[in-house]
């Protein structure tokens, strides 16, 4: 069960709710997210949650069932919307549509992708300066100084920054130069990561993992949010099967489930999901179709020199189409609600 507390909840009042919890033999955890205060409570006894609902300080209280609770739609029914500043907004009610080079690979680069980003009123651009790469020999971002400098190009332009933080010892010092952190798929269940990014204050949008089902991805939501951070954004970006005609398999079968699930915004990668440059945009449009908030895919002016993922990623003119695709699709899918 979730409780929510009032914000001017009394330490006697609280006590006085925990005292009644473990009277049921509930485990109790304490949530206080940057937003707001919750208890957690985990037990088997068969409770009439009226009983509790009416002591002095709760503000709101809801039986979840569910492995994952405080992301879960079962108890907050309204989706959340995250506001990134300066109009930008991820959530129900637009298509976010983020696009950029899987890496950040220089001054030049990145010029004309925000330009091309600009012109198409692409308010998120992605790019990544600490590479996961499955080579130790392969590019593996240009680290701090490229983030900086990305940061710096970006705020001129009114354009906000996604890019992936690997690990614990990085938030603290890419925290000034993000507005949303990327887990990626290599990291879904990197717990530290995830308390860690419990402690920012900024949007954090987590990958599914390589082989990983919707209820981990649910689960390492929850890490993020119960250390106190509710901004967060779930990302699809397909799983290993035992196929082998594309990188990997994008799920779309997700993104609905997902909606179901819980009240968080959730992206598709369609990049990595399907890895095929000539598909990227059909499987973008489906995922838009799907039910997805928005859209997150690689761009970059010369693909074929792509310091990494060229093989996915599109080019300005693919792009500049697929945005106006994405847009008339997202208008298509609300007209059919
Ligand atoms: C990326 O976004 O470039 C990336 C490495 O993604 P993933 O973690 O999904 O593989
Ligand atoms: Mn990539």
């Known amino acids: 069960m979730i409780i929510q507390l009032e914000p001017t909840v009394s330490a006697a009042a609280k006590a006085d709710i ?11 955890t304490e949530v206080n997210t940057q937003r707001a205060s919750y208890l957690v409570a985990i037990g088997k006894a068969d409770v009439d949650l009226r009983t509790i609902g009416q002591l002095p300080g709760i503000l709101d209280i809801h039986r979840v069932s569910d492995e994952y609770k405080l992301v879960s739609r079962k108890w907050r029914v309204r989706p959340t919307v995250l506001d990134l500043g300066d109009g930008v907004r991820i959530g129900e009610g637009s298509l976010s549509i ?27 651009m992605r790019g990544g300066v600490f590479k996961p790469r499955s080579s130790p020999y392969s590019f593996r971002g240009l680290g701090m100084d490229g983030l900086k400098l990305f940061h710096q190009m970006a705020r001129a332009r009114g354009i906000k920054i996604i890019t992936e933080v690997m690990q614990v010892s990085q938030v603290e010092e890419m925290h000034d130069y993000v507005d949303v952190f990327q887990v990626g798929a290599r990291n879904t269940q990197n717990f530290n990561l ?91 449009l489906a995922g838009v179709m799907a039910g ?27 792009s500049a189409r697929l945005i106006r695709n994405l847009r008339k699709v997202y208008a298509l899918r609300q007209e059919l609600e």
């Open 18 to 28: 925990l005292a009644r919890i473990q009277e049921l033999k509930y485990k109790v």
């Open 98 to 124: 983020m696009a950029g080079p899987c890496s950040i690979e220089s001054e030049a680069q990145m010029e004309k992708i925000m330009q091309h980003l600009v012109d198409n009123d692409v308010r998120i």
């Open 194 to 284: 995830l308390d860690a990014l419990g402690g920012v204050d900024k949007p954090v949008l987590i990958k599914r993992g390589i082989s990983g089902t919707l209820e981990e991805l649910l689960s390492s939501a929850e890490y993020v949010f119960s250390g106190g951070n509710e901004k967060l954004i779930l990302c699809e970006r397909g799983i290993r099967t035992f196929e082998t005609a594309s990188r990997n398999t994008l799920d779309l079968n997700a993104v609905p489930i997902l909606k179901e699930k819980t009240h968080l915004p959730v992206v598709v990668d369609p990049s990595h999901g399907i890895g095929i440059r000539e598909y990227v945009a059909t499987m973008a």
């Open 292 to 318: 997805a908030d928005g859209i997150v895919y690689e761009a970059h002016e010369k693909p074929e020199e792509a310091a990494s993922d060229g093989a996915q990623t599109l080019n300005f003119q693919e």
